[in-house]
């Protein structure tokens, strides 16, 4: 896998969680309006490593295209004509309504217009907020951990981020970690009136005191040096079990989550994965510009929720 940078295959890294899906077998999903080649060879990698048996859901002459574009062979894959990508998306809904799919996968549509088809009535939805997690591996910290939310939910309310912890904490749960350290993030670690990402932060804090948030272990609010620097929390004197070694970064808002994450990325040398959770199945989330590691391991994570739902339901 030459694709993979050395980060990938640090123990605990990308690589790992490549490794562990693969063992589980692939799943069927249905990838949405994959009519570029960028997404059609995100697809088909997939398949090829072994993580999804894809149901390629759009309009069969641009489906076609693409795969000429690409230079591949479709036959052996199943397909399901549509005649635009808001058709496309309703179908792959009605298949993981249908149980034919256990995931989907966006393709070149917007994510609004896939989100759309799964929130929708008759879509997919639970008793849950969807959110967006991103998983991300840097050499400058010694675990992986979620990033949340960076992409659904634009200014959570206190509901809305209870769910988003929740969704975050199954992701940890799913890929091995039992007890997962949660961090609220916000721009200081004291309550205050002033700014409310404290006040969300602290009434999180005690939902999960009092059970309302169950799995994890949530502190803050934690600024970001105080979620990940032992030593800043050290000077700060702030005594925690999760200041400092973080799994679950929460930003108070999808531009900040958005904006920690892409400078991670292309400033901090992370890996990244991304997957929207807290429908009925789980939900790839590529973007264009990621790399190939990062289409990979979405899926694999994809994977690993699919299975983690088949015994614990969203």
């Known amino acids: 896998m030459t694709d993979l ?37 995100a697809a088909l990698d997939a398949r090829r490593e072994g993580l999804i048996d894809p149901i390629l859901v759009a309009p069969r002459a641009r489906l076609e295209q693409a795969a000429r574009a ?12 549509a005649p635009h990508s808001h058709a496309a998306a309703g179908l792959a809904v009605a298949l993981a309504r249908a149980g034919r799919v256990e995931a989907l996968m966006k393709g070149s549509l917007h994510t609004d217009e896939l989100m759309g ?18 998983l991300m591996q840097t050499p400058h910290y ?42 609220i993030l916000a721009a200081v670690e004291t309550v205050s009136a002033a700014m409310p990402a404290t006040l969300d932060a602290a009434a999180l804090c005690k939902m999960a005191d009092r059970g309302q948030i169950a799995g994890g272990l949530l502190d ?24 400092g070694r973080a799994d679950i970064l929460v930003a108070p808002d999808l531009e900040s989550g958005n ?19 807290g429908a009925r199945v789980p939900i790839v989330l590529t973007s264009r510009a990621d790399a190939y590691a990062s289409r990979i391991a979405s899926c694999a994570l994809a994977l690993s929720m699919a299975h983690h739902y088949r015994s614990t339901p969203p």
């Not at 799964?118 to 967006?132: I, K, N």
């Open 142 to 183: 010694p675990r992986p951990f979620v990033i949340t939310d960076a992409a659904i939910n634009i200014a959570p309310t206190l509901e809305q981020k209870a769910d988003i912890v929740r969704n975050a904490i199954d992701l940890a749960h799913a890929i091995g970690v039992d007890r997962p350290r949660v961090a």
């Open 70 to 81: 690409l230079g591949v062979s479709l036959d052996g894959i199943e397909t399901r004509d």
């Open 5 to 41: 940078s050395p980060e990938d295959r640090r123990p605990g890294g990308l690589l790992s969680l490549l490794e562990q899906a693969r063992g589980r077998g692939p799943i069927r999903v249905a990838v949405v309006h994959s009519c570029d080649e960028i997404s059609l060879r």
């Open 220 to 243: 803050g609010p934690l600024a970001f040096d105080n979620a990940v620097s032992p030593e800043a929390a050290l000077i700060k004197g702030i005594r925690s079990d999760v200041a």
């Open 117 to 134: 088809a799964v929130v929708a009535r008759d879509g997919l939805r639970t008793s849950r907020r969807a959110s967006h997690c991103y």
């Open 259 to 277: 904006m920690l994450a892409k400078q991670l990325m292309y400033l901090g040398d992370a890996a990244s994965a991304g997957i929207v959770l």
